[in-house]
């Protein structure tokens, strides 16, 4: 009974949920009452998600909590994680407190927070791939081989082709360039996109039948 | 001390603005030498990260289930429904009843692997099946100009086969499919190489938006005279960083640890070194060194 | 044998180039001209045979991270778009897009929006919404489902537009600034192909520059009618609204072209760096990098 209710139903779930998507698609056209309802299902999957979003937070917290307790490594840096979201929870918790809603608009100091603090830093950490692109042409693209020498010299002339100087050195550049995206990227990226959709419908398929267990999470007696 | 909704004063554009640059600053710093400031930036970037990710979903779920048009607030009780099973999820921390958790976790991955099969097999399969068989090889125009469509039609029905015959790893590569794998080969080389021109130009990309704004933001915003420009702290910032790399650099390193950790600036191998591929770790701890290395000279 | 200096530069100097010459031109513009692809003419085109009063979902599907991207992209395609007299939906399906879609809406629309008088009969912003490519899907069944009120709190059925747009067979084009997961490839695969193909759900995108390569075989296939590729593609979006009846105030990407093309050269010029010293290390018989 219990290997029933821990294991088996949760599987049987999985494939009656999968079961319903693959009907509402290929037998239910598009406009009728019957597929709009299987939108219901497929909405609520956003609030589903929002408590998971709950779950992520409290882990996150357990992690820099135990680093901090422990004296682990960069504990005391896990004390600006949890000051940082004890004070941005703070500024969230007291917009619902007063208004219950509207996070997330701009007159919202939450918002605010967002915009004009978060996004810098998020954009700096981004921007930090641009110098490790130019460390990485200089250390380790080498013409070793053929193929190595295929990707590099597509390569040089997508960058000459995309960019305005390209045009400027040669007007071929260009045009070189747009057939390298239309039609040797074109056929590669096909096989590679035909090979993960057969990967993918077969992992999906796996996971309806139950085959693909990893998503139940450990076993714990 | 949290302004009012619509009430926020203009004077915080300039706080914000300082903060702006010393953390642009602080996080580029990392490049020349990881330091106490830059991790600091990064660790408070985590946490309002996570915190915004959430307040998202919160506000979503909340417009889907609760407010607006045939919601909970109209008296369609129905969306009370998920709401209650979303709290099965918190059974995650209960090691008695956490089964329980794995109920919405069945919903969410069966509806969407139902998506996956319908959306991958239209659109990514039968659709990308479909284009390359109906590409044009007779007709009219279609030997015309440079490159003629045929050509580029032959090309890509060719490409797209012998770099699909690479992926067999059923069979060896010998023989016909040896020949067809290693054209795929080929072509899959110029599709990575194409993925390469475009990841430098993103990424060059991001640092031209940091640039504009370490070179153009200013305080106040246009159309109003602005009296601060953000490049006024750089040096600053950069003085700030110099300091506290020569008071981390001045401290007495702490002994090696017991518990088996990653130093985070091993002495012995400083990035002022020439820029050979980085020497093996350390005999002693090579599985430690290995990952702080990766990272100081990640690029 | 070790390799020669060429090819022993610490990457601190390597980065304080980059730095020095990707500044230079934010400075001292080098005009370079710009050369409009096929790609951008054709999602410029398409956007311009929509007729009056056409729905068109604008989705920011994308964060700070690639702002400087994708923003310039949507901000000139919503501006066509305001300009033909097309009706807006907008959304996000990112967090972090939602406060960026509407700094562009105010850009567009006016510092009031939306308290301007065609809020909610031709334009709608509907903020974030939640789920991924199951809420792309919900949307595109049942747009009422995907969420119960906009961006403002205003309940969604008492918005004119949204009367009208009630699932995709109402999308005239579906218009997606995206930089990653879920992206194009998720409205391709969740929406298009879901009610009736391109022909039904027709699809313009503006990408970041590394998502390009990997989508262009949707492209091919017919399934997306125009790409704007990263900065460039914004640029070149720019260049068409300027030289068109509409002209384009707003300009932003650019400005950053020039830069953008040193930072190319750069780059080219650090590989054949590396190859020479690579090729000399050979040549004298020692180990290459």
């Known amino acids: ?221 | 001390m949290i302004p009012p909704v619509g009430q926020i004063p203009p004077e915080l554009g300039l706080y914000a603005t300082i903060f702006g640059v010393f953390a642009t600053i602080f996080i580029y710093s990392f490049l020349w030498k990881e330091n106490p400031l830059s991790r600091a930036v990064e660790h408070l970037f985590i946490g309002l990260a996570a915190v915004y990710t959430l307040a998202a979903m919160y506000e979503a779920a909340a417009t889907v289930a609760y407010w607006g048009t045939g919601r909970i607030v109209e008296g369609n009780l129905i969306w009370v429904i998920p709401i209650l099973i979303s709290l099965m999820y918190f059974f995650f921390f209960s090691k008695k009843y956490f089964y329980l958790y794995r109920y919405p976790v069945s919903i969410v991955a069966g509806i969407m692997a139902g998506m996956m099969i319908c959306g991958m097999i239209q659109s990514n399969f039968l659709a990308q099946i479909q284009d390359t068989v109906t590409l044009p090889l007779v007709g009219a125009g279609v030997w015309e100009g440079w490159p003629p469509p045929g050509l580029d039609s032959i090309i890509i029905i060719i490409g797209t086969i012998t770099a699909l015959t690479f992926f067999f790893f059923t069979w060896e590569h010998k023989g016909p499919l040896g020949v067809s794998a290693k054209i795929g080969r080929y072509f899959l080389m110029a599709t990575f190489g194409a993925a390469y021109g475009g990841t430098v130009m993103a990424r060059i990309s991001l640092f031209l938006g940091r640039l504009t704004f370490l070179y153009q933001a200013s305080y106040p915003s246009p159309p109003e005279t602005p009296w601060f420009w953000a490049w006024y702290l750089v040096p600053i910032a950069v003085l700030c960083v110099i300091i506290v790399a020569l008071w981390e650099r001045s401290r007495p390193k702490p002994p090696p640890s017991a518990t088996v950790t990653a130093k985070p600036a091993p002495a012995e191998a400083p990035p002022s070194r020439p820029s050979e591929e980085p020497t093996p770790a350390p005999e002693t701890k090579p599985a430690t060194a290995k990952p702080a290395r990766k990272r100081k000279s990640e690029g | 044998m070790s390799l020669p200096k060429i090819a022993r530069i610490d990457r601190r100097y390597l980065y304080i180039l980059l730095f020095i010459f990707v500044s230079f031109p934010l400075f001292v513009p080098l005009k370079w001209p710009i050369t409009i692809s096929q790609h951008t003419q054709n999602a410029y085109d398409f956007t311009e045979t929509l007729p009056a009063g056409s729905i068109v979902i604008e989705s920011f599907d994308f964060g700070p991270s690639t702002i400087t991207e994708n923003r310039p992209q949507a901000k000139a395609h919503i501006y066509h778009a305001e300009k033909l007299g097309l009706k807006v939906v907008a959304l996000a399906y990112w967090p972090g897009g939602a406060p960026i879609g509407e700094a562009i809406l105010k850009t567009v629309y006016g510092s009031d929006f939306p308290n301007i008088p065609e809020y909610g009969t031709s334009v709608v912003y509907l903020g974030y919404v939640a789920g991924n490519e199951v809420g792309m899907q919900t949307f595109g069944d049942n747009t009422w489902n995907a969420k119960g009120t906009d961006h403002y709190g205003t309940a969604i059925g008492t918005l004119p537009l949204m009367q009208q747009c009630r699932s995709a067979a109402n999308f005239s084009l579906w218009a997606e600034w995206t930089s990653g997961d879920p992206g194009i490839t998720q409205v391709i695969q969740f929406v298009q192909g879901r009610h009736g193909g391109p022909s039904e759900v027709p699809i313009i995108t503006g990408a970041t520059a590394v998502s390009v390569p990997g989508i262009m075989p949707y492209y091919r296939a017919g399934q997306i009618f125009g790409i704007m590729n990263g900065l460039a593609g914004a640029g070149e979006y720019e260049t068409l609204l300027v030289e068109s009846t509409y002209g384009y105030p707003y300009m932003e990407a650019l400005a950053l072209l020039d830069a953008q093309s040193v930072g190319h050269l750069l780059i080219i010029a650090f590989v054949i760096v590396g190859n020479i010293g690579y090729a000399i290390s050979k040549y004298r018989g020692g180990k290459g990098s």
């Open chain 1, 1 to 221: 009974m219990s290997v029933i209710v821990k294991r088996y139903i949760p599987l049987a779930i999985t494939f009656v949920m999968g079961i319903i998507m693959v009907i509402a698609t290929y037998f239910l056209a598009s406009g009728t009452p019957e597929r709009e309802a299987t939108s219901l299902l497929t909405a609520s999957v956003d609030i589903l998600v929002a408590t998971a979003g709950i779950i992520g937070l409290v882990v996150l917290l357990r992690h820099h909590g135990l680093n901090i307790s422990r004296r682990g490594r960069f504990w005391k840096y896990s004390i600006i994680t949890i000051i940082g979201v004890a004070l941005y929870l703070t500024v969230g918790l007291y917009a619902i407190a007063t208004h219950g809603r509207h996070l997330m608009l701009s007159q919202e100091f939450f918002s605010w927070v967002y915009s004009e603090i978060y996004v810098h830093m998020d954009m700096t950490i981004f921007s930090l791939l641009a110098f490790f692109i130019a460390s990485a042409a200089y250390r380790a693209f080498r013409l070793r081989s053929i193929e190595t020498s295929i990707l590099l010299i597509v390569g040089s002339l997508m960058l000459l082709g995309r960019a305005p100087v390209g045009g400027a050195i040669w007007q071929g550049f260009p045009t070189i360039a747009s057939w390298l995206l239309d039609v040797p990227n074109t056929a590669g990226n096909r096989a590679i996109m035909i090979g993960i959709a057969i990967g993918a419908i077969s992992l999906a398929i796996r996971q309806l039948l139950g085959v693909e267990r990893g998503y139940l999470g450990p076993e714990r007696k």
